[in-house]
């Protein structure tokens, strides 16, 4: 079943908010997933079709996958669940950068008394994002008959959601996130940080003063200003390393790892993990 909406992404970036831009299921991810996961389904759809003798598996498979779509339906309960997560993203941006300031990844960020700025590697905002999307759309009652196709389907929408605001971004940043205080400054789509997934980092800064609103166009330039010194210092440093250094930030974030694992009754901060490794967020719980 060959299908003309493969080739789009589920989730877009349009004026502030993420919107769902094709149905979520297309007919080759329907097709992989009857090949492993769905085979159970399958089975039982074929059991409930009457005079299996007439062209039984096809009616079954055509009634499957006509219950697949609606049930992933662009207007549904589960588009909207999708949208409502993707939306947090920046969040997330933002969760991501303040654990890694308070987890002495000092190569990372710069900071004074006021305003902190934060280098984050795309590939973790990608592991995060994937993995609280999963862990909140998976248990959705409507999508229980559909084990397996509902992961592949949230695992795509959420790299299609991340790709294109990273894209967004590095056209038009800075974006200002929820609480006002922070915002996500500009993106570097070159920077190799080999962590897995996409290479690449966000740069986040934001501010303890609670005076300040950054969705205040005042108060943003005099933020912006302010924090441009170390914005410029950030650069050249990381302009300046060299494969060993980096080498070294993936041995600390893989140490990080390890401490996780030995003591998971201590803070929740030292549960980092190497992205390519992981399936729990690496550091957007840790605050």
């Given at each position: 079943?060959?299908?003309?909406?493969?080739?789009?992404?589920?989730?877009?970036?349009?004026?502030?908010?993420?919107k769902?831009t094709?149905?979520?299921?297309?007919?080759?991810?329907?097709?992989?997933?009857?090949?492993?996961?769905?085979?159970?389904?399958?089975?039982?759809?074929?059991?409930?079709?009457?005079?299996?003798?007439?062209?039984?598996?096809?009616?079954?498979?055509?009634?499957?996958?006509?219950?697949?779509?609606?049930t992933?339906?662009?207007?549904?309960?589960?588009?909207?669940?999708?949208?409502?997560?993707a939306?947090?993203?920046?969040?997330?941006?933002?969760?991501?950068?303040?654990?890694?300031?308070?987890?002495?990844?000092?190569?990372?960020?710069?900071?004074?008394?006021?305003?902190?700025?934060?280098?984050?590697?795309?590939?973790?905002?990608?592991?995060?994002?994937?993995?609280?999307?999963?862990?909140?759309?998976s248990?959705l009652?409507?999508?229980?008959?559909?084990?397996?196709?509902?992961?592949?389907?949230?695992?795509?929408?959420a790299?299609d959601?991340?790709?294109?605001?990273?894209?967004?971004?590095?056209?038009?940043?800075?974006?200002?996130?929820?609480?006002?205080?922070?915002?996500?400054?500009?993106?570097?789509?070159?920077?190799?940080?080999?962590?897995?997934?996409?290479?690449?980092?966000?740069?986040f800064?934001?501010?303890t003063?609670?005076?300040?609103?950054?969705t205040?166009?005042?108060?943003?330039?005099?933020?912006?200003?302010?924090i441009?010194?170390?914005?410029?210092?950030?650069?050249?440093?990381?302009?300046?390393?060299?494969?060993?250094?980096?080498?070294?930030?993936?041995?600390a974030?893989?140490?990080?790892?390890?401490?996780?694992?030995?003591?998971?009754?201590h803070?929740?901060?030292?549960?980092?993990?190497?992205?390519?490794?992981?399936?729990?967020?690496?550091?957007?719980?840790?605050?």
């Amino acid at each position: 079943m060959p299908g003309k909406e493969d080739g789009l992404g589920t989730l877009g970036w349009k004026r502030g908010e993420f919107k769902v831009t094709r149905h979520p299921l297309t007919s080759t991810a329907f097709d992989a997933w009857l090949a492993n996961d769905g085979k159970r389904a399958l089975r039982e759809a074929l059991r409930n079709t009457s005079q299996r003798w007439f062209f039984g598996a096809t009616r079954a498979r055509r009634r499957l996958y006509r219950d697949a779509r609606t049930t992933f339906r662009p207007h549904g309960t589960f588009a909207e669940a999708l949208k409502k997560h993707a939306d947090e993203l920046p969040a997330i941006v933002r969760a991501c950068a303040l654990a890694i300031r308070k987890g002495a990844f000092g190569h990372m960020s710069t900071f004074d008394s006021d305003h902190c700025l934060c280098v984050v590697p795309r590939s973790i905002i990608q592991n995060d994002f994937r993995t609280r999307m999963l862990r909140e759309l998976s248990s959705l009652p409507q999508v229980q008959a559909f084990h397996g196709l509902t992961q592949d389907i949230v695992s795509a929408a959420a790299m299609d959601a991340e790709a294109s605001l990273f894209h967004y971004l590095a056209k038009k940043a800075p974006l200002v996130e929820a609480t006002g205080h922070g915002l996500i400054v500009e993106v570097d789509a070159e920077f190799l940080w080999k962590l897995g997934g996409s290479e690449g980092h966000y740069v986040f800064a934001w501010t303890t003063d609670e005076r300040m609103d950054l969705t205040n166009r005042r108060d943003r330039r005099r933020f912006l200003s302010a924090i441009s010194e170390m914005r410029d210092a950030q650069c050249v440093y990381l302009k300046r390393m060299s494969p060993a250094d980096v080498a070294d930030l993936r041995t600390a974030i893989d140490l990080r790892r390890l401490a996780g694992q030995r003591s998971r009754e201590h803070s929740a901060l030292t549960r980092v993990r190497i992205v390519a490794e992981s399936e729990e967020h690496a550091f957007s719980e840790s605050v």
